[in-house]
């Protein structure tokens, strides 16, 4: 009887994964929303063999363009590796000569993986095109495995905002649904955010890091990708933007002429627009056949379980190591729930902020989160965060010499920093001390304690819990327990009335300001107040020098167009020394940029005096004293700072259809309405001509929330 149970136990349990793991595997039925065209197909094919034939102990030798072409399959050893790369090349410069005959088996290999119609000049220039491809199947199926934990999430995430099901198969290219995966590039998260974007629908600062969240990074990965399906409007753009930024393809397709992918694939040249770019959309297309085919290809895998939270708002700053301590789980329980809170957090150098929603899988609890988070007491509750105390490189630095300067460590300034490489530092940057927190330890206790009633009693109003009187007046639930002869905390009743044990009364200088009224002093002008002044007398470390060298022209360009990358906006010169006016932008930028005069524009560009440039024109500009390279530089620099200002205080939450009524001005009603500025207006609307705006037209608004305290 019991071995019959426990089979059923088996057979129910396998029957539940198969269902979940069936429900996260979607077809791509509709060809339509993602198409499928012939030219992409055999990319398709090479990414498919890539996610299901070889592991990451093996790879492709391939061509870098035609990728039908697949030389041979290698171990993933780079000194094996190169040397069959140099012997392809060698190869096949020797058959661009047009030698087919006496060839070496070897020669002939290489022949063989082109079509018979190859000709030399392919074969020439193929031999710049050798690539390594490392295999993915392992790390496949680990995601296919995580993504239990994920999945239904995603998928209720898409379907809210009207998107295809299919966009939660995203992160089996970006990260094989690794929540705490990292690139070379600096993206970060299961998504894969690079901070520039990231900020717009993220709190991403040194204190929190929402792209390190999974559940929070959803909501700004199908942010993002809504964004750049309304400004590009296909999936497939769509899709190679959350890749290359919606700006760059943007510029693609006014390059090319044509949105159709496959052709932008082909004919595009943009400077970044390489090998992950042109392949980001096959990718995608690829997994998602893959994860169709996922039980024959793999077996039946046991995915993961999606984890069951609580989750609590926080009213104010608490310390991580006493929260965990209330709750009853370990700092390390506490962490893992909440991958969002730096390393800063943990190490004690700054509270979990006020505004912030803390999780934990409920079955580490004894009981509710909110039940547990009300007991707080109100003496470990803070007013404000420990504040920042920064300092600016200077020459002869390194991070040892500050370290000992300010009785730190190295370790703390990199992890206060987020430096992922602790020998480089800056001239002129910026770098986040630790404080003492005796700076910021007004507490709730003191900032909400009322004085004692005069009759020592108290009537409960409605809403009233004991733990929030015991708060109030500064005392404790058990003392008010004891005082009035209850045994139960949760009986009491509007009306009543409760006596008040007395005790210290808070000076008037201890009543600074609640959580809930008059604001927290602002980190920033705390830290200007309290941090110490430079020393003239810098110790230098020759072992470890601040490095002073400056990007060249072009890679400060290249710098601010990945700043820029979810912006779709032309900031190019055109080769008639003409651009296209931005919203926020004047005549006077341009003069300032140019180092010209204003009127030197205007007699260029025949216009009056007085007379405002439009949003949308073309303008042509002198570059005599600038280069257009310059000029573009300071254009885009301008724009970022603009945008990061903005960002800094507001996060994009939604998007919302407006349609155009009879006096409506669209100006008004996005400072008014929406508290959007124009430039980011025009972002979500890049082809709408704001001087024929007509009764009945749809203007896509950015739903913006102002960003959380620090």
Known sequence: MTNNKTLC??????????????????????????????????????????????????????????????????????????????????????LAEGRRDGLTGHQQQVLEAWPSDVTDEE????????????????RFVAGLIRAGAYREHIEQVAREKGLPVELAALPHVESSFHPGAYSHANAAGMWQFIRSTGQRFMRIDHVVDERMDPYAATYAAMSLLEYNHNVLGTWPLALTAYNHGAGGLARAVRQVGTDRIETIIEQYDGRAFGFASRNFYPQFLAVVEVERQARTL???????????????????????????DHLGVSLEQLQFDNPALRPVVWEGGKRIPRGYTVKIQRNS??????????????????????????????????????????DTTVSELASLNQLRNRHTIRVGQELLLPHDADAANQTLLAANQEARPSDGSYTIRSGDTLSLIARRFGTTESALMALNGMDNPDRIYPGESLRIPAGEEPSSGETARSVAGTPAPDDAAVAAAAAPAPSADVAVDASAPAEESSPSLPEQVALSTERLAADPSDYTVN????????????????ADWLQVRTQALRELNGLAFNQPVIVGDRLRLDFDRVSAEEFELRRR?????????????????????????PNDNVARIARQQYSVPLWLLRQYNPDLDFRQIRVGDTVVFPVVSTADDA
């Open 365 to 406: 609890l004894d009981r509710p989160l909110d039940t547990l988070m009300a007991a707080m007491p109100a003496s470990e509750l803070y007013t404000a965060q420990i504040p920042d105390v920064s300092y600016v490189v200077q020459r002869g630095d390194s991070l040892s010499v500050i370290a000992r300067r300010f």
């Open 9 to 94: 136990q088996h057979l129910i349990t396998l029957f539940i994964l198969v269902g979940l793991f069936a429900r996260a595997l979607p077809s791509l039925a509709d060809e339509s929303t993602f198409p499928r065209p012939a030219e992409l197909e055999p990319a398709i094919t090479f990414w498919k063999r890539v996610y299901t034939e070889i592991d990451s102990d093996h790879g492709f030798l391939h061509d870098a363009r035609n990728l039908s072409v697949v030389y041979r399959t290698v171990d993933y050893d780079r000194r094996e590796l190169e040397q069959y790369r140099r012997r392809i090349q060698e190869d096949l410069r020797v």
């Open 298 to 324: 793999f077996g039946v895998l046991q995915v993961d379980p999606a984890p069951q939270y609580d989750e609590f708002e926080l009213d104010a700053y608490v310390s991580a190591r006493t929260l965990a």
């Open 575 to 590: 080769g008639d020394n003409t651009i296209e006016i931005q919203a926020s932008e004047t005549l006077g930028h341009y």
């Open 637 to 661: 620099q301008y724009h970022i700072a603009q945008q990061e200002n903005f960002f800094r205080n507001y996060r994009i939450q939604d998007v919302a259809q407006h349609r155009i009524a």
């Open 123 to 138: 074969l020439a220039a193929a031999a710049n095109r050798v690539r390594f491809q490392l295999g993915q199947s392992d």
